[in-house]
């Protein structure tokens, strides 16, 4: 323990500085295919194990699970179901949002995994809730996960 | 016996080494992973536990970027541990590998070590910006390649040494890598090449100093009752030795890594190694810098101090020299993704024990060889003992 | 695993020091924190030196939650190990404890330091560096505060286990109340369940008042074989068993209920502390409650009880205080503060000292065996188990 | 590299490559910032740059007296227990001559950066600061003497940078 302590708390020093910097990413050898498919042909891609036999949304190099190299890809349609579901109310700063987020993982029939997306055009969700990708319009879409600007519920 | 157990490096995996590759992290920690375990013979499900060693996030642009990499180094539903002991991180995640077997907890470790530099735009230098002490040293201005220029400078001060003896190792490793596959930066340079190249911090040149990279790298280490079962040619970590220095890297006198000598003396105490050149068939020492090189060697006990550049001069460091040190062609050679240059060291030397070195294998049927790394404010040092 | 083989040493804790923890610490550098702690700890373990004593020194932290790269150069000096073997675990305090447990097992060091601390009152843009640890490219360009992934699973946790809210609020008035009796907390409060249901939902059915708060600390723990240990304590805590599992860093692929990695985390620890029944074997439990409902969901990943059944518990009293196996008897994260990286320390801080008898007005009487459990939090799918007791 | 092996994975690209399209990515630049607490040492040590003066604290221990100052010896692992002022002078212990800004552009001008030895403090115990007023760098010299050259005190604001660098003297 130290023999002398800050007791004027006056003098106690702070100083300011960040680490920040800018980062580009490469989308990588699955992400820049699938998300291809999806700014050029709104396709919603996955891709199957040969060993394990589960296809995975979204798709990748690898299955995370045995290690196999994946290299069947699958459209497995824009449409599929709220799994989990939460209504954001505040935004990172800590800010009150103008209106909720609904942040759900939606997931495709015989996928495993799905996608984490935001629900739009409804106040209202639920778990089994069956929902559908609205793509940006192409000229928008820049390969990037937000070429789908949200899921929004089928009307049955 | 529980503990004490000997522990085998039985496979080893690693990508190219390029300035930008296209794949992410994640895809290249599987692509070095999934090829250390071809080599062994083994599969995912053989593996009891992972150890990831990675660089800064500030490269990549991930927090917590050891999280984010583990199901490329195959961590899924496994016991996952990241160690970052700053650029000396390659040769420490065998290490850390190592006690996962050597304690008996585990009888199979997969080493995985990544690092995508190029993430950082528009140059990865900035990164290393924020390594120095944020009151002090940040604001007067701080970069990577100062540190390592006032550290050359006073190296060569104190021993009289000529930037052309320094300038002989950048030659060597680089023509070195003209056989590594991997390589990024194999080339026939010349002494004049290296001293006419552009100064970025006096004395420290273009030439003298290893690029950025993205890559990664991997091995397969086992206990001996599974060696026994994979292989006939299994490699034994037979030392492990690892120093840091004080956070006052002002206060040190930087002509000497005093941490790198206590990290060699703590392995090579392990290995039973008395007197290291004789020992030791060939090295594999840290070379971010072609100096850098030099005072490993010294720091590895490998020459008396200042002695290096004279062994340099006299051809002993070549490939076919008595102590071959850097036969892979070395970061300068092969290009610096952090933590994966350190364990393509390690790769090296298990591949030149093992007789499967191709263009690059030392002559001599090398049995004992070390490879070092060195990281954090010229601080850290990480020291692998292998033998056949 | 070898658990079956003869063991070559035990491994047992022999000293702990604690400072913290408190909202802020303007006075301390991160440095001085750690200094502080250090010393503690070291005169704890009877007073050893550290430049002669210590063999191997472990410390756990993140850059981006110190606001550097290659923070480990920043942490020699005042834990006594510069020119020493010291290395930085990227990870929980938990995980620096399993190394230090494995260096010590393999027979070649006989005393390791496990050091974590948070400096979180140093971070202006706490949750925007969380938000950094999202992947890159599948997730984080979503934007909006990291903590929705939190709101996502406790609504797939409640809706699988017919957990309520009510339970969940229940563990924050618990564990702020039993914060009271701790020195260490920074948040302990006599709150109503009331008051946490009527807390405003930030990421629906997540409430404010179930969210852990950062908090600055810095814990510094003494490891030591068998023969070593007996000669600097009498009060040797042993390591019976440790485990640590990832699950996956997908949030697609992993499970949103049943904390996977815990539960093979535990697994892990259980076979090696011999553990087959832990109801009955444990007396006590520190689990990682960064959330309300995280407390729940870990008890069941940790085989205390059937999924689904926490919540139960906690309603009938049993993990109370003076319950049948009382949880976060500390006040937990959510009332000590999140010590960060030092919240797997804080876990083993409160076990260590149940178990010596030293917990004052919070004292579980006769405890001998007890349990430590982390999480790496958002957006991670990591965790770690200790089991720990006085008896070797 | 291993004979073994006869294909490396890896796609290598381009830097123009993300310019022209061949290569797709995401971009982002986190928001991460700070207010490191200086604490009992460095506190103290700015507060004396800002009176124009460096402070040391003192181990009665080892007897050294260390800059920049800490409130533990690293090497006794003792509080330390005094303070005291060490002058503004000292000798280069190294230096570089740096052609390269923080971000790798290349300057015009090259700034001299130097590790200096201050004259009062125990042999060996430098700060790193940047030189001036020197001419020619050719003519810089290891061991040569310096003197800090600081800014008025009105601009002083209890940094490191209220000594503006090191310049040098006779000696």
Known sequence: MSLEKITNPLNARHWLGHMEADYRYTLGVAGERFLKEIKENARIMGAKCPKCGVIFVPPRLYCEKCFAKLEEWVDVGKRGEVYTYTVATIDVDGKKLDKPQIYALIKFEGVHGGLIHRIGE???VYIGMKVEAVFKPPSERKASINDIAYFKPIEH | MFGKKRVAIVGAGITLFRRNLKETGKELAYHAAKMALEQAGMELRDIQSVVMGTAPDAFDGVHMKGEYLADGAGAYHKPYTRVFVGGGTGVFTPLAGWWHVASGKFDTCLVVCEEKMSSCYPHPQYAFTTIFDPILERPIGMNLIWIFALEMHRYMHKHNIKKEDIALVSVKNKRNALDNPIAQLGANITVEDVLNSEIMAWPVQRLDVSPTSDGAAAVVLVSEDVAKEVTDNPVWIDGVGWCIDSTHWTNRDLYYPDYVEYAARMAYKMAGIKNPPKEIDVAEPYDPFDYKELHHMEGLLLCRKGEAPKLTREGVTQRDGDLPVCPSGGLLGCGNPIAAAGLMKVCEIFWQLRGEAGKRQVPGDPRTGVAQAWGDLMQYGSVIVLRR | MKGEEKTLSEVAIVGVGCVGFRPVTPEL?????????????????GGINPREDIDVFVTCAEDYLEGFSIFDEFVPDQLGAALRPLFTVSGDGMLGLATAYMLIKTGQFDTVVVEAHSKASDILTYMDIVQFGLDPIFNRPLGGHPYYIAGLEMTRYLYETGTTEEQCAQVVVKNKRNAILNPYAAYGANITLDQVMRSEKLFHPLKKLEISVPADGCIVMVLASEKVAEKLTDKPVWVKGVGWCTETPSLETRDWTRAVYT??????????????????????????????????QHMEALKLCDYGEAGKLLEEGLTGLDGELPVNPSGGLLGMGYGLEASGLQKVLEVVLQLRGEAGARQIDNAEVGLAHTWRGIPTATGAVAILSNVK | MSVKVKHFPGEEIETKDFREGKVLFESFRPKARYAWSAGIAISR?????????????????????????????????????????????????????????????????????????????????????????????????????VQAVWKPPEERVGAITDIKYFKPVKG
């Open chain 1, 122 to 124: 409804t106040d209202k």
């Open chain 3, 29 to 45: 550098s991160y440095k001085e924190l750690m200094f502080e702690a250090a010393v503690k700890a070291y005169e704890d373990a």
């Open chain 3, 263 to 296: 539960r093979l985390a535990a697994e892990m620890a259980y076979k090696e502390a011999k553990i087959t029944n832990p109801w009955r074997d444990i007396d006590f439990a520190e689990i990682h409650d960064l959330f309300a409902y995280k407390e729940l």
């Open chain 4, 45 to 145: 040590f700015l507060e004396e740059l800002k009176n124009g003066r460096i402070i040391a604290s003192t181990c009665s221990k080892c007897g050294r007296i260390m800059v920049p100052p800490r409130i533990y010896c690293e090497k006794c692992f003792k509080p330390t227990d005094g303070w005291t002022y060490v002058k503004d002078t000292g000798v280069i212990n190294t230096f570089s001559v740096s052609y390269i800004a923080s971000d790798a552009s290349r300057l015009k001008e090259p700034i001299v950066v130097a590790v200096i030895e201050l004259d009062g403090a125990s042999p060996g115990m430098g700060i790193v600061h940047l030189l001036g007023e020197y001419g020619d760098w050719r003519q810089l010299k290891i061991g040569m003497r």
